[in-house]
């Protein structure tokens, strides 16, 4: 059986209690149409004492098709999202550093953080997300309900954790996209449960700036964006902290066989996982 970790994560906690009581972590676009909408972190903005900043983000999702897209864009500069490090998005035992992406494609000066919403067992997309034996509690384009949790919200990964870079001329760090909690892709703000935590399996993300030195292994993907996968990473020792969706914090080890972490991940694949 996980140990019980809601004391060492406090964080992990009430983030996912505030988004199952109701809260939207996966809207679409300001036209209300497919595209990159606002991601779950936007959404809980409120619950986080960030009144100001889920005002600014309700600004860029009305105006704007490609939402994430335009955070920390010019265009915004006078109401910005995400450039701004958040506490409740802040493991304890993660180096802190205030490093931001910059990486030269218009979403400049984004802060970055450890919490990340669960793909499912598979990669990232719509293909994924509508299928309930694959995808998870989030996915893109998509609003899950308890009731549409098929294996039971306490079987069932809400959030766990990202490593971000350490500031390094390697790569450079600046430019990698990984725990950047406004965005809304593999390794920004989401993870899948595709490979183990802290797995030595490189991630397949966009925005890689591979350093495995830290734990970090990365491959540059970006087309398609189905087969982009990143796994739950910390600096605890052993493991990562895991939020479910019924609230319950659980310390997951490194050691957890596979198919038992893929089942947690999936909503509704059925699959009989055992207790580890």
């Given at each position: ?28 676009n ?6 990159i909408?606002?991601p ?5 903005l ?6 100001a900043?889920y005002?600014?983000f ?6 704007e ?9 010019s ?5 910005p999202?995400?450039?701004k490090?958040?506490d ?8 802190f550093n205030?490093?931001q ?7 400049e000066?984004?802060?970055r ?6 793909y499912g067992?598979?990669?990232y ?18 609003k899950t ?18 490593k971000?870079r ?5 790569g ?16 920004g703000?989401?993870?899948?449960t595709?490979n183990?935590?802290n797995?030595?399996?490189p991630d ?11 734990g ?33 914090v659980r ?15 999936s ?10």
């Amino acid at each position: 059986m996980p140990e019980q970790d809601q004391a060492a994560h406090p964080n992990l906690s009430p983030a996912s209690g505030s988004i199952a009581a109701g809260d939207d972590p996966n809207g679409r676009n300001g036209g209300g149409a497919v595209g990159i909408g606002g991601p779950w972190v936007c959404y809980i903005l409120p619950n986080v004492e960030q009144p100001a900043l889920y005002t600014y983000f309700e600004k860029i999702r009305t105006q704007e098709a490609e939402v994430v897209d335009w955070f920390g864009n010019s265009r915004y500069a006078a109401t910005p999202i995400g450039d701004k490090h958040l506490d409740a998005m802040d493991c304890p035992t993660h180096p802190f550093n205030d490093e931001q992406l910059a990486n030269g494609t218009g979403m400049e000066h984004l802060a970055r953080g450890n919490y990340a919403a669960c793909y499912g067992k598979g990669g990232y997309g719509t293909v994924h997300t509508a299928n309930a034996a694959v995808g998870g509690m989030f996915g893109n384009n998509s609003k899950t309900r308890i009731t549409d949790i098929a294996d039971g919200a306490s079987n069932t990964v809400c959030l766990s954790e990202l490593k971000y870079r350490q500031p390094s001329a390697t790569g450079p760090s600046y430019q990698d996209s990984r725990g950047v909690w406004t965005y809304g892709t593999m390794g920004g703000n989401t993870f899948t449960t595709q490979n183990g935590p802290n797995s030595t399996v490189p991630d397949g993300v966009w925005g890689c700036r591979n350093y495995p030195q830290e734990g970090m292994p990365c491959v540059q993907v970006g087309s398609p964006y189905a087969s982009m996968h990143a796994a739950a990473r910390s600096y605890h020792t052993g493991g990562v902290s895991v939020s479910f969706g019924d609230g319950s914090v659980r310390f997951v080890r490194d050691g957890i066989t596979l198919a038992t972490w893929q089942a947690w991940g999936s909503r509704g694949g059925g699959e009989t996982a055992p207790n580890e």
